[in-house]
């Protein structure tokens, strides 16, 4: 019987067919450590090639990077595809202007040409846009923005209504307020949504002139608090106004929101 064929099958080599078997094996194992020694130099050679032309590559694709058209660009017309951007981002829900994932402090990471052309172009910092669920601001972060607008007029959107774990202080979002109103000159839009109507007391409480301001919004919650006037003389002036909307929950049939002239309003 041939060896071919006992192996095929369950009968048993005979002593001189195990001799054979035995050197058979001896032979192949010999030949398995050689293939091993020579597949191990083949993949040396395989991985130094695969890394150089990775090298390769990563050269080619920086080269066309460097060739894009997008850098050749006029910053003008890159300021104008910026601002594009960034009044798609107000858009999305969650929206700050303090987020650096979003237009356009995103814009402004990418790199130093496109940073420069974001700081410089004030209209893409004239939105300051904080949505439902998004952190608030610092007094420091706002102040960077107030900058950036350099002086054109602003639209201030913040809903401060968030989750009671993740809410922040009355006070802090009345010193807030309080930091954003003392740049009532240049407001053009104020859009507040908030808890109480506590958190907005620098409004109430101190009558100013905002002499461009043309929509003023207030959502919230109005609560009692002991002293407080039942009027609220928000403006000591505000020449261009044009819509005002007071909106409060549990607010007193007597609430009245003085110093509106009312005669002036179109919405």
């Known amino acids: 019987m041939e060896l071919d064929e ?11 067919q195990a001799r054979e078997m035995r050197m058979l094996i001896a032979s192949s194992l010999s030949e398995v450590s050689q293939l091993d020694d020579e597949i191990h130099v083949a ?3 395989l991985s130094e090639l695969q890394h150089r032309r990775s090298s390769h590559t990563q050269r080619v694709d920086g080269l066309k990077r460097a060739l894009s058209s997008i850098r050749t660009i006029p910053s003008d017309i890159l ?3 910026f601002l594009v951007c960034r009044d798609d981002a107000l858009d999305f829900i969650n929206y700050s202007i303090f987020d650096a994932a979003r237009a356009p402090l995103l814009l402004a990471h990418i790199s ?3 940073r420069a052309v974001c700081l410089s172009d004030t209209r893409l910092w004239d939105h300051i846009h904080v949505q439902q669920g998004a952190r608030l601001p610092s007094r420091t972060a706002l102040d960077h923005i107030f900058r950036y607008a350099g002086v054109i007029p602003l639209d201030v959107r913040l809903n401060t209504t968030q989750d009671s774990s993740r809410s922040p202080r009355t006070d802090s979002r009345t010193t807030l307020f309080r930091h954003i109103i003392r740049a009532r000159d240049r407001l053009r839009r104020i859009h507040l949504t908030v808890d109480s109507l506590d958190e907005l007391s620098d409004l109430w409480t101190h009558r100013r002139s905002f002499p461009l301001l043309t929509s003023f919004k207030v959502l919230g919650t109005y609560r009692r608090t002991p002293g407080r006037p039942v009027g609220l003389s928000l403006f000591k002036s505000a ?3 044009r ?4 909106s409060l929950s549990n607010s007193p049939l007597d609430l009245q929101p003085a110093s509106v002239t009312w005669s002036q309003l179109t919405r």
């Open 79 to 81: 300021s104008e595809i």
């Open 43 to 45: 993949e040396r050679s």
């Open 239 to 241: 020449p261009l106004l």
């Open 112 to 114: 130093s040409g496109w």
């Open 6 to 16: 006992i192996i095929e099958s369950n009968a048993p080599p005979n002593d001189s």
């Open 243 to 246: 819509e005002f909307k007071l």
